[in-house]
């Protein structure tokens, strides 16, 4: 009985390599025309999700694409909340090999003018060069700002926040919240798995203890029991003890690549940066528009592009409900 010609194996896959390296628009498009993807996912579904709060699982599947009789790994999304022991609140969130880690570290601050009643939420989000090998040392990422800016309007107009929740004392003290997202590992779909670090975090928020001191201003206490603290909390307590945060309306977003007649979920940076139309959707818990966003392209998103996107983005959001549902957030 003979045994298998390795050495055909191996010339197939360094072809199949070459060619992709080569050829990457066509080895994409033939897998298009089969309605597969190299990483053998089908062209309208997201990475797999799993969530386990507390702990880290991988489950990773090894799967054969058949055109070119290679195998490939398929990455298994993960969310772990609760990681950064400094923070308020923290989360980590991975879709396939894009990981972001989201921590929130809450102070007291006094409101504006304008907004007496309410506090205020300050995101920034961080792409260190650990991330990607297109990230330089000193010298900030392009895409960072652009993000950050997103992920914050997002946020706020969801109205997944209500930042009256914020208020200590009315025109005296509120809290301001400083969320920072850091990319670990950037392999497309970045604002997908920003925002869904960021929901994460916010649900793992727990707000601190505070109260007047001697010159009437509130002040955060430490998590030590202290005489000091325990005379501070029991004399002038604005709140006892740590709450949660009632999360309203939460946004989940999908972001698609529009490739001639093809719709691909979920894109990984290789499929971003050869097909560069990107169009992104983000509805709320409620299944509402919250807002779509285009980035360029040479493709026309025409409406029924975006519908097939909305919807694509519709069946994302049930799963991450779902998802998020095993994490006890409403």
Not at 93 to 109: D, F, N
Not at 212 to 240: F, Y
Request: proline residues 5%; hydrophobic residues 40%; aromatic residues 6%.
């Amino acid at each position: 009985m003979g045994l298998p010609d390795s050495s055909q194996d191996l010339s197939t896959e360094m072809e199949v390599d070459a060619f992709r390296r080569i050829f990457p628009l066509r080895f994409f498009e033939r897998h298009l025309s089969e309605s597969l993807r190299p990483d053998a996912r089908p062209l309208g579904k997201a990475r797999d999700t799993i969530v386990n709060p507390g702990k880290i699982i991988y489950n990773l599947t090894l799967i054969k694409v058949k055109l070119f009789e290679t195998c490939h790994l398929v990455c298994i999304f993960f969310v772990c909340i609760g990681l950064v022991s400094t923070a308020d609140g923290s989360a980590l969130a991975k879709i396939g090999s894009t990981t972001m880690l989201a921590a929130i570290r809450m102070e007291v601050m006094t409101p504006s003018t304008d907004s007496p009643d309410e506090g205020c939420i300050a995101l920034e989000f961080h792409m260190p060069p650990i991330c990607s090998p297109t990230v330089r040392p000193g010298r900030p990422a392009d895409a960072a700002p652009v993000i950050s800016k997103r992920l914050s309007d997002t946020i706020l107009s969801s109205g997944m926040i209500d930042l009256k929740e914020l208020c200590l004392v009315s025109g005296k003290a509120a809290w301001m919240g400083y969320l920072d997202i850091y990319c670990l590992n950037a392999d497309g779909a970045l604002f997908d798995a920003a925002l869904l670090s960021a929901v994460a975090a916010f649900s793992n928020l727990e707000i601190p203890v505070v109260a007047l001191n001697d010159n009437g201003r509130i002040v955060a206490i430490s998590g030590g029991k202290d005489e000091d603290n325990a005379s501070i909390i029991e004399k002038k307590a604005v709140n006892k003890e740590k709450r949660k945060l009632t999360l309203k309306n939460i946004p989940f977003s999908l972001t698609c690549i529009l490739h001639k007649k093809y719709i691909l979920a979920d894109p990984t940076t290789e499929e971003e940066s050869i097909m560069d139309t990107l169009v992104t959707v983000v509805l709320d818990s409620s299944d509402q528009m919250v807002s779509l966003y285009k980035s360029g392209g040479t493709v026309l998103a025409y409406s029924s592009a975006v519908k097939s996107c909305v919807e694509l983005a519709r069946k994302r959001a049930k799963e991450l409900k779902q998802i998020l549902g095993e994490m006890d957030i409403d």
